[in-house]
């Protein structure tokens, strides 16, 4: 699989965000996102799931401009930002519930994915009571449960304990010989150079590709 970005802009109240990104991510390797804050890596991120649209460029999914069409892009998972659930769902409930929209996967894989996160223990508790780290790794655990061709993880190990951080990032590397495509943005510069085969530095809205 192959996804393009060309020549994409996006806008927000005459402001340029992002300014004629070109990017190429390919099946079997993990991207690495890197830059302050506010230098446009969560927007593009959204821009992948088609949360925004471009002001200017396409975005194609093995040649199809799904992004134009407004559909989020087919075997793709997403966390972005600060993941977000139902209070008064306990872990695993809120997990079910997003299972149930494609029916793709049972309670064996729910649970497989909350022991993989560290959270199988607390799976019965309310989203409520969970700490930052826990909600982070619920978010987590939604990405890996139906085994995605694409992943997109905007700082997914933030808050998380060591353990399960060093665990995640197996994980991930275990993913990407599935053929995946794994985009990882994050502040973390050791979860970058553990963890990505390619790096994108932004840099105020436009990215400079660094091989490694």
Partial sequence: MKIEVKNVSKEFKKVFVLEKLNMTFESGKIYGLTGRNGSGKSVLLKLLCAFYEPTEGEILF???????????P???RALIEKPSFLPDLTGYENLELLASIQKKIGKEEIETSLRQVNLYEAKDKKYSTYSLGMKQKLGIAQVLMEDPSVMILDEPLNGIEEETALKLREILLEEKKKNKIIIVASHIQEDIDSLA?????FDAGHVKKIEK
Avoid: A, L, R, S
């Fill in 62 to 72: 093995d040649g199809e401009n799904i992004i134009k069409q407004k559909k989020f």
């Fill in 74 to 76: 087919p075997n793709t």
């Fill in 197 to 201: 085969d390619v790096i994108y530095k």
